[in-house]
Nanobody, 122 residues
Framework: QVQLVESGGGSVQAGGSLRLSCVDS????????MAWLRQAPGKDYEFVAT????????YYADSVKGRFTISRDNAKNTVYLQMISLKPEDTAVYYC???????????????WGQGTQVTVSS
């Protein structure tokens, strides 16, 4: 069973940084690829970044490439999203999600967290 809890969201000014964390309280974290997705108000879910189960492979959306970094610590059952040079258009609820197969889409995830709000003001 996978139970995901995100933290680290907040309000920052444009150009600022945040680090999101997502902890899995289950016992199978290292078996799953992990992803971060986001949903801005009135918009569909958007893929942000993903990392393979052992952390050797990562993919990013073009909109965040070079600004966001996904990483994981399987000993701590935690996946991170380091965000720098934040822009107002990054404002969204950010979700972590787990999947058996690495994905760069917003579909097919087995487990989702409850989300954490990120607000970037200009």
């Amino acid at each position: 069973q996978v139970q995901l809890v995100e933290s680290g969201g907040g309000s920052v000014q444009a150009g600022g940084s945040l680090r999101l964390s997502c902890v899995d309280s289950g016992r199978t974290f290292s078996a799953y690829a992990m992803a971060w997705l986001r949903q801005a108000p009135g918009k569909d879910y958007e893929f942000v970044a993903t990392i393979s189960a052992i952390g050797g492979t990562t993919y990013y959306a073009d909109s965040v490439k070079g600004r966001f970094t996904i990483s994981r610590d399987n000993a701590k059952n935690t996946v991170y999203l380091q965000m720098i040079s934040l822009k107002p258009e990054d404002t969204a609820v950010y979700y972590c999600a787990a999947t058996a197969f690495l994905s760069v889409t917003t579909e097919g995830y087995d487990y989702w967290g409850q989300g954490t709000q990120v607000t970037v003001s200009s």
